[in-house]
């Protein structure tokens, strides 16, 4: 422990400070949205299959919960007209996307268009869930608990079985995709910050 004095900041030159509980309370819709428009996130996009045809959606909401057993989560907005079918699903395919992948995230966001249509773009596995061909990587999981909040469902996936089609070298960027402030980027060498 160290001995040395503790600093104290005045709220007024510490905004986090000076939030008092009745106005952490009184946060928007629309400052919530533009906290993490600044908070960039992987891209994803996530398929299956609950016996009504294939649905797709894209999502920077995918987080990876722990490597034994290999779990991972997703949320779906109520808003979105797929939501119905990931809340019956047993499984899924979650799609890890790079910048290579830029069609497939803009198709599996765009709404009011079937995702399907072009059967050049997709394949089922042998167990009939949709997958997007040629994909920088996928897992198929097993749902295994889905979570009302607020206006979307948290889903948890236990993997099961994964593919990867361009495997980036420890530490390389390797076109990463990622969205952040309303647009798509790529990851690269030159953006690392050493």
């Known amino acids: 422990m160290s001995n040395a004095p503790k ?3 005045a709220p007024e030159q510490h905004p986090v400070a000076a939030v008092t509980p009745d106005e952490a309370s009184g946060m928007t819709p629309e400052s919530f949205k533009a906290v993490f428009r600044g908070h960039p996130g992987g891209v994803a996009v996530i398929t299956a299959d609950a016996g009504d045809g294939p649905v797709a959606l894209t999502a920077t909401s995918v987080a990876s919960v722990s490597a034994e057993p290999p779990l991972l989560i ?6 979105s007209s797929s939501t119905p079918t990931f809340l019956k ?6 799609h890890l996307l790079d910048a290579h992948d830029l069609e497939v995230a803009k198709l599996g966001a765009t709404s009011g268009i079937d ?3 072009d059967t050049s773009r997709w394949t089922r596995l042998t167990t009939g869930e949709p997958v997007f061909n040629d994909v920088r990587a996928w897992i198929r999981g097993a749902v295994v608990n889905r979570m009302e909040a607020g206006g979307s469902t ?3 996936v236990h993997a099961l079985r994964s593919f990867i089609a361009r495997d980036p070298e420890p530490g390389a960027a390797q076109d990463a995709l ?3 402030n309303r647009g798509w980027h790529r990851l690269s060498d030159e953006t690392r910050i050493r």
């Open 7 to 9: 600093r104290t900041i």
């Open 74 to 79: 997703f949320s779906a907005s109520s808003l």
């Open 89 to 94: 699903a047993e499984t899924v395919v979650v």
């Open 115 to 117: 995702r399907f249509a």
């Open 154 to 156: 948290v889903i948890a």
């Open 178 to 180: 990622v969205y952040h």
